[in-house]
């Protein structure tokens, strides 16, 4: 039987996301890592695999997929994700897919340009540091929208959606885990989601560790 091939890197919030989650579900995987970092997504080569030439990716036989989410609920349907990451039961699949498809806006957007603006340009020499008003600007951007994260998505609830981590918890985690890069400290105006994300690297190490290897010796922790 051809196992699925995964392609990814672990610098992209997403594509770590649903690492962790497939280690957790002891998925069965072809490892197709692509370095970012060396423009390998821009190749020629790649862009057979994706024409998005964006990860992560799969392929499973002739069969391509892009975008995290989508490739979430098509190995869910194969029966190759952890039921309790992405639940059977409707409603409960419900609430999670709620969150995923809130937080492409609400959280990974102002997170991810956060991020780049602040961090990575940057330090590529791409752009220059922003001014001390731009970067106000970017930051209480980022933190209207993690104020929605502590005050709705984890009111009362020890997660995202209730009382049991799901894919959800692991793809929110993921976008504020990369902020630390940029010295973010979400934990400075944001004490219930410092606990929650305890909670949720607990609840998936040593998965969650191994897949913020980088972004944890970027951030100097």
Not at 12 to 28: C, D, E, H, V
Not at 97 to 119: A, I, M, S
Not at 177 to 193: A, G
């Amino acid at each position: 039987m051809t196992r699925v091939k995964y392609f990814y890197d672990l610098m992209s919030q997403p594509s770590r996301a649903l690492w962790i989650t497939l280690q957790m579900s002891k998925t069965a995987y072809e490892d197709c890592p692509v370095a970012l970092r060396k423009l390998e997504h821009r190749s020629e080569e790649f862009k057979k695999i994706n024409r998005f030439q964006k990860v992560p990716c799969i392929v499973d036989g002739d069969f391509h997929l892009g975008e995290s989410i989508a490739i979430l609920r098509y190995l869910s349907d194969k029966e190759e994700i952890s039921e309790q990451l992405y639940p059977k039961d409707l409603q409960k699949r419900a609430h999670v897919d709620e969150f995923l498809e809130w937080q492409h806006l609400g959280l990974r957007l102002p997170c991810t340009t956060y991020f780049l603006k602040v961090g990575l340009y940057p330090l590529m020499g791409l752009a220059e540091v922003p001014s001390v008003r731009k970067l106000t600007e970017l930051q209480n951007e980022m933190e209207n929208n993690l104020k929605l994260v502590e005050e709705i998505w984890l009111k009362e609830k020890v997660f995202l959606t209730g009382n049991t981590m799901t894919a959800a918890d692991l793809f929110g985690a993921c976008e504020i885990e990369q902020t630390k890069i940029c010295k973010y400290n979400v934990s400075d105006k944001f004490p219930k989601i410092a606990e929650w994300l305890a909670k949720v690297r607990q609840e998936s190490n040593p998965f969650y560790d191994k897949g913020h290897k980088y972004v944890n010796k970027l951030a100097g922790v």
